[in-house]
């Protein structure tokens, strides 16, 4: 089991950058693939990136790809979000979420697949 704290949300205007951080408890986090959802006001979460047991590879969604960087260090057991040029569409609560894989190179971009959610972080873009 895995416990999920995100940090580092907060409110940014359009043009600026942030960095999520994601801290999880336990000594298998390397066991594990992540990802970053999002959910904004009046709509369904959505996968925002997602990043294999050892980093090596990641995945982002279309609408963040060359702006948002996912990366982890899995001695300090925490996953990052790296947001540039942010945008008000990019205004959303986010979360870290953690998926137990056998594979190191697995990587996770369905909500279904994720077992471990933190409670989230509120980004918000102003215009």
């Known amino acids: 089991q895995v416990q999920l704290v995100e940090s580092g949300g907060g409110l940014v205007q359009a043009g600026g950058s942030l960095r999520l951080s994601c801290a999880a408890s336990?000594?298998?986090?390397?066991?594990?693939?992540m990802g970053w959802f999002r959910q904004a006001p009046g709509k369904e979460r959505e996968i925002v990136a997602a990043?294999?047991?050892?980093?090596?590879?990641?995945n982002y969604a279309d609408s963040v790809k060359d702006r948002f960087t996912i990366s982890r260090d899995n001695a300090k057991n925490t996953v990052t979000l790296q947001m540039n040029t942010l945008k008000p569409e990019d205004t959303a609560v986010y979360y870290c979420?953690?998926?137990?894989?056998?594979?190191?190179?697995?990587?996770?971009?369905?909500?279904?697949?994720?077992?471990?959610w933190g409670q989230g972080t509120q980004v918000t873009v102003s215009s």
């Open positions: 336990g000594r298998t986090f390397g066991s594990y693939a």
């Open positions: 979420a953690a998926s137990f894989a056998f594979d190191q190179d697995t990587m996770r971009t369905r909500e279904r697949q994720y077992n471990y």
């Open positions: 990043i294999s047991r050892r980093g090596g590879s990641t």
